[in-house]
Nanobody
Framework: QVQLVESGGGLVQAGDSLRLSCAAS????????MGWYRQAPGKERELVAT???????NYADSVKGRFTISRDNAKNTAYLQMNSLKPEDTAVYYC????????????????WGQGTQVTVSS
């Protein structure tokens, strides 16, 4: 079993930055891909960014150029650096992980964190 714990969310103003962290524990040796998804009120959950153990990445068009995903395999932690935040980025951000190498849309991940709230005021 794998446990994922997110941190770093909060309330910021438009244009500000935040960094989210996702710490993995448990059977971490099975994990290849880690990623971030988000869900805004009344909307479906959507992919934000994903990264494999070797460093391949994928981003949603809406965050390209503003968000950067990274991971420290030694620390079993993934990060999401969010710059130039917009009110439409307001959502609960979830960390996800899986043994596959699936990066894009349509991936089904086995492991999920509890989520961290990000609120961007205008």
């Amino acid at each position: 079993q794998v446990q994922l714990v997110e941190s770093g969310g909060g309330l910021v103003q438009a244009g500000d930055s935040l960094r989210l962290s996702c710490a993995a524990s448990g059977s971490i040796f099975v994990i290849n891909v880690m990623g971030w998804y988000r869900q805004a009120p009344g909307k479906e959950r959507e992919l934000v960014a994903t990264i494999t153990r070797s460093g391949s990445t994928n981003y949603a068009d809406s965050v390209k150029g503003r968000f950067t995903i990274s991971r420290d395999n030694a620390k079993n932690t993934a990060y999401l650096q969010m710059n130039s935040l917009k009110p439409e980025d307001t959502a609960v951000y979830y960390c996800a992980a899986d043994r596959s190498s699936c990066l894009g849309l349509g991936c089904s991940y086995d492991y999920w964190g509890q989520g961290t709230q990000v609120t961007v005021s205008s």
